[in-house]
């Protein structure tokens, strides 16, 4: 399946769908704005699944689990994925908490996907001024400590690297140049 960037976000667990039958997809965030595009387009129940929204804040880990299951079959294996999201968590010990806590209610065979701002001078520049305009601070973090949040987990190859090493070869999208994230995905063993 090719994936077009013009697609709407309500296309998500259309996605989702198409891969698992039934599929379920359960987005989480904590913005009352951001969260009015996804209430009124990605909340759905069809033949071919499920799509819903958790108004919660990735910090209460506990909570997203709780009210996942109502959409969620945690019997079954499940794909986390933490996409740059995690940046909002200031410190190491609470990060690697709020994936451990995910991970440990998700059986075997699940998936752990996602990226993370590194601690470049240009990224940690950009989150500066990114604190600066009053938003929410983003903690850009060294590659080791990205790594980390896959201990205990079967990292995929090419493994925590620049996201761009996450794309297909170059002759079907063009060079790809390394960026200040870093990303990976992992398997539940």
Known sequence: MRCDRRRSRADRGQVVQAFADPGQCCGVHNDALVLTHPRALMTSTTSEGTTAH?????????????????????????????????????TDDQLLRIVRTLMAATPSGSYLALWHGTDSRRYAAMCDLYAQSGAAPLVPRPRDRIAAVFGGLELLTPGCVS??????????????????????VARKP
């Not at 945690?74 to 996409?83: G, K, N, S, T, V």
């Open 54 to 90: 958790i108004d919660a804040d990735v910090r209460d880990p506990e909570r997203i689990i709780r009210d996942a299951q109502h959409v969620l079959d945690f019997r079954e294996p499940i794909a986390i994925m933490l996409m740059g999201v995690l940046g909002h968590v200031t």
């Open 163 to 184: 996201i761009t090493r996450w794309r297909p070869p170059p002759a079907e999208v063009g060079a790809a140049r390394a960026v200040s994230a870093w990303g990976g």
